[in-house]
């Protein structure tokens, strides 16, 4: 069998990328790598496939089609890869491979549950494309993202945890006091238990001209596309713990960083308030208000607002970082488990949702406090009352 010619565009700090890597290397798919910070053409080639955007990972494939931002399951798709479980049955499905997730799998696997976690895209979750962790207990100078994630991974498949990547969970079926999960390929998988802990995405502003520039020029993760704009002026919209935090990152491309806060104060802790008012290439501005992103093909002006005065004036940088909160992954379940108005997923004191047997965990759930160490206690407790349930429902097994 002839080894497929792919070739990845790229750059070493980019997340997308090196989930896309890792995904062809488990996959044993051989690939060349073009780091286009270091190659002109390479860099030229990429603009030239997205209509001028700067766009990466971009993949290109030996038939000539191309795959942009894929994710794991696109890139599976392409590769004739159909990524399934090992069995049907599990006493325990785990949706999402996030902080939570992957606690709450490494509890019940320990004890002996047999335990299968289904991720849509990258092991870690939000905190795996985090450039820098520096309140996780244990590591005193700060840990990457990626690097807890990828410690966390190994510690959960050494108990025998599978994890099954590039698949997104379409539906939960509740049959009795068992549980049908199905995925996006059309597979189905049986279990007695489920957590949902599918974490958040980051919240859009919603204003004109956003949706066309995102990836030019407007963007969601500072670490993968903030060194593209070296030397440049940049602006986060959001001045809570992320904005404030992303802000600080870029400053190490920027020639300036100008942060929007909608409030009449920051939002971020004290340490980094204080961090970011005395860091000389960084401005805040309060009570301002993103009004409209413009620009042809690639971000060029933004319109903001002063809500004390009223005054509409415009702002010329190079990018546009939005880091005003995140909104749960919970489509999929709407019409399962109850939801509050802010669509996270509502829980019992138990972590037990409004269906006997499905539990939530992390981000996603109502009330979370949207930590990492946050996130690793909820997973602890929600296997603790997991654990409990299977006792109940399935009889004494050893649990």
Known sequence: MMEPKVTVYGAPWCPDCRQSKQFLGEQRVMYNWVDIDQDEKGREYVQQVNDGKQ??????????????????????????????????????????????????????????IDTLVIERSGVGGQAGITERIDNYPGFPDGVAGGELADKIRDQVERFG??????????????????????????????????LLAPGARYRR?????????????????????????????????????????????????ASKVTVLEIGDKLRASQILQEKAAGHPNMEVL??????????????????????????????????????????????????????????SIKTNASMETSVEGIFAAGDARSGSTKQITGATGEGTTAALMIRQHLEKTQGSRGY
């Open 55 to 112: 766009i990466i990972p971009t993949i290109v494939f030996e038939d000539g089609s191309i795959l942009v931002e894929p994710t794991n399951a696109e890139l599976a798709g392409k590769l004739g890869i159909s990524p399934r479980a090992e069995r049907q049955y599990y006493d325990l499905i785990v949706i999402g491979a996030g902080p939570a997730g992957l606690t709450a799998a490494l509890y019940t696997a320990r004890e002996g």
């Open 161 to 194: 945890v599978e994890i099954l990547p590039a698949q997104a969970v379409t539906a939960i079926v509740p049959m009795g006091q068992y549980k049908l999960v199905r995925t996006e390929s059309g597979d189905e998988y049986c279990a007695a238990s489920v």
């Open 205 to 253: 502003l919603g204003v004109p001209g956003e949706e066309d520039l995102i990836g030019a020029g407007v963007h969601f993760c500072a670490t993968c596309d903030g060194p593209f704009y070296k030397g440049r002026e940049m602006v986060v919209v959001g001045g809570g713990n992320s904005g404030i935090e992303e802000g600080l990152f870029l400053t190490k491309f």
């Open 286 to 343: 309060l009570q301002t208000t993103v009004e409209e992103f413009k620009g042809d093909g690639h971000l060029e002006t933004i319109v903001v607002r002063d809500l004390k005065s009223g005054e509409r004036r415009e702002l010329h940088p190079a990018a546009a970082f939005i880091f005003i909160g995140l909104d749960p992954n919970t489509g999929f379940v709407e019409d399962t488990v109850d939801l509050d108005k802010w669509k």
